[in-house]
C-alpha cells in the first residue's frame, strides 16, 4: 500500500496541536475555517477513516473533529472495549495480562470495521498485531491515516494534556525510555497499515482533519471511474 505524507499543510499554521481539553481557552480561528472547508464533504468509496498513531498524536481530539463535520459517527477502540468489559484499559491489563486485551481488541476491532460511515481512532499499541494489521489492509472501502509526530513532540502533547483532571491516564509515560522504544518499534507499523500519513508537528486538530479530507481527495479516482461497491 502506497503512503502519501503531507510535510506542509495547504493553509496558514497557527499552533502545534493542543490539549484534548483545555477549559477557558478558545478556539482559534483555524477550526472555524476547517469546519467551513470540511462541511458536506463527500468521500466516495470510503465507508471508514481509522487514524492510527502513538499517544499524543491526536487521534481522538482529530478524529472526533472530523467525523462531526463528515456526519459520520467517531468510534475510540479503547473506549469500545471498555465500555463492553466494565473495565478500564489499564486494569483489563492488570487484571488479565496484554495477550488477553490483545484478544479482545481484535475482536472489537473486527466490530467496528463491518460499519459504515464511521471514524475509527486505534490504541496506540493495536498496529503490532499481525491479526489487526491484516484487518485494516483486508476490510474494503477502509483508508488508514497515521497521524505523526517525532516522540519529543508526542511527549510534550501528553505532559499538557495531563494537566487536565479529565484527561486520560498514561501510565506508559512513567518510563520515557521505555516508552521511546514502543515509539520506534510501532512506527514502521504505522507507516506500513498507512494509505496516507499526516506530519501533526505543526498542525492544530481542525488542521489535520482538513490535511485528511484533502489527502483522500485527491487519490479518489476520477467521477464515474470508482467501480461497483
Known amino acids: 500500500m502506497s503512503t502519501a505524507t503531507l510535510d506542509r499543510p495547504t493553509h496558514p499554521q497557527t499552533e502545534s496541536m493542543p490539549k484534548e481539553s483545555n477549559p477557558g481557552r478558545k478556539s482559534p480561528p483555524a477550526a472555524d475555517s476547517a469546519s467551513h472547508s470540511l462541511a458536506g464533504q463527500t468521500l466516495p468509496g470510503i465507508d471508514r477513516i481509522v487514524l492510527t498513531g502513538f499517544m499524543g498524536s491526536g487521534k481522538t481530539s482529530t478524529g472526533r473533529l472530523l467525523a462531526r463535520h463528515l456526519g459520520w459517527r467517531f468510534l475510540d477502540l479503547d473506549q469500545e472495549i471498555e465500555a463492553r468489559h ?116 505543526e498542525l492544530t486538530p481542525a488542521q489535520t482533519a482538513e490535511a485528511i479530507v484533502a489527502a483522500l481527495r485527491t487519490a479518489l479516482p476520477p467521477v464515474g471511474r470508482q467501480g461497483s461497491r
Open 86 to 201: 466494565h473495565r478500564t484499559v489499564p486494569q483489563i491489563f492488570s487484571e488479565h495480562g496484554e495477550a488477553h486485551f490483545r484478544h479482545i481488541e481484535s475482536l472489537a476491532l473486527a466490530s467496528l470495521l463491518g460499519q459504515r460511515q464511521v471514524v475509527i481512532a486505534l490504541g496506540g499499541g493495536a498496529p503490532e498485531e499481525l491479526g489487526n494489521r491484516l484487518l485494516l489492509e483486508q476490510t474494503p472501502h477502509t483508508a488508514v491515516i497515521y497521524l505523526s509526530a517525532s516522540f519529543d513532540i508526542l511527549v510534550s502533547r501528553c505532559t499538557a494534556q495531563a494537566a487536565d483532571p479529565s484527561a486520560t491516564a498514561r501510565p506508559n509515560l512513567t518510563d520515557l525510555a521505555r516508552a521511546e522504544q514502543r515509539y520506534h518499534l510501532r512506527r514502521p507499523h504505522y507507516e506500513r497499515i498507512a494509505a496516507h500519513t499526516v506530519e501533526t508537528a
